[in-house]
């Protein structure tokens, strides 16, 4: 039971290259979520996924797309990347809309 | 506006010495409140959610409506709880957790 993976650890991009974070859950959860971690700001939510086939708008969705491929799956994308999406980028899932979140590892994100 | 407080951006205190985390909300309906907890180089994950009334590694929080609070506290510090917390309230009328901006613990030997 591998909880929550996310896919690069690590990434360099520079201004206005395209990637896409992975994001996977073997927990069966149903909601799904994408945060930016960024110092002295905590986590501030990009978009999630209350369940399968739904995705909605966080507090800072500008600069990203996000897919919810299935259950387990839900990727964000940055379609042209900017300085300002130097990040650490954290996904986490839920079973229920108010339960326990569980996190991912992480993935640092550098745009030069 | 729905909103989480957390005052000190940093608390430095000495191993043994109690900790009391602050932690302030500002929310109109019932709210249910976290505390998540970030080691060097971990996942941020659960300490304790105030509906479970748990006592996780020797921390408490209790609910304080009356004050609009959820402090988290340990009487007794110890070297290995240096981490980053965040407080967190969850919002009824969507799924999303509103955070606090972390406070950073350092515990000194």
């Known amino acids: 039971n591998a909880g929550v993976t996310q896919t690069p650890k690590f990434q360099v991009l520079k201004t206005g290259q395209s990637m896409t974070l992975q994001c996977a859950q073997d927990m069966n959860h149903n909601s799904m979520y994408w945060y930016r971690q960024d110092p002295g700001m905590g986590l501030r939510l990009i978009y999630y996924?209350?369940?399968?086939?739904?995705?909605d708008k966080g507090e800072v969705p500008n600069g990203y797309n996000v897919s919810r491929l299935n259950k387990r799956e839900f990727s964000l994308r940055l379609e042209s990347a900017a300085p300002s999406q130097t990040s650490v980028y954290f996904c986490?899932?839920?079973?229920?809309?108010?339960?326990?979140?569980?996190f991912g590892p992480g993935t640092r994100l550098l745009v030069l | 506006a729905q909103r989480v407080t957390q005052p000190e951006k940093l608390l430095s205190v000495f191993k043994g010495a109690p900790v009391e985390l602050k932690c302030n909300y500002s929310y109109s309906g019932s709210p249910e409140l976290f505390w998540y907890v970030q080691y060097s180089r971990q996942r941020l994950q659960l300490l304790l959610r105030?509906?479970?009334?748990?006592s996780i590694k020797g921390f408490t929080a209790d609910l304080n409506k009356g004050e609009t609070s959820f402090h988290l506290k340990k009487p007794f510090a110890q070297e290995e709880d240096s981490a980053m917390y965040y407080c967190?309230?969850?919002?009824?009328?969507?799924?999303?957790?509103?955070w606090g901006a972390g406070t950073k613990l350092i515990i000194k030997p």
């Open positions: 986490a899932s839920s079973h229920e809309n108010k339960g326990t979140q569980y």
């Open positions: 105030h509906i479970s009334r748990e």
């Open positions: 996924s209350a369940s399968e086939g739904t995705t």
């Open positions: 967190a309230l969850s919002d009824d009328s969507n799924y999303q957790l509103i």
